[in-house]
């Protein structure tokens, strides 16, 4: 249960890096030690509703 709200607050940050920052996806699961860019893409779609990638392309626009 811990360890699922940690994932949770970490996809939470990494969606307000998406939206605030110039990173691109690859470098905050990175920074963010996930596993895998796989494991982070299906946790980002889980708890937020979208792809990582669609996230950044509508804080670009």
């Not at 998406?18 to 996930?34: H, R």
């Amino acid at each position: 249960m811990a360890l699922e709200h940690i994932y949770i607050y970490l996809i939470k940050e990494a969606r307000n890096l998406l939206l605030g920052s110039k990173s691109n996806v690859a470098g905050i699961d990175c920074n963010l030690d996930f596993e895998s860019s796989s494991c982070f893409t299906r946790l980002f779609k889980k708890v937020i509703g979208v792809m990582p990638v669609q996230c950044k392309k509508e804080a670009v626009k």
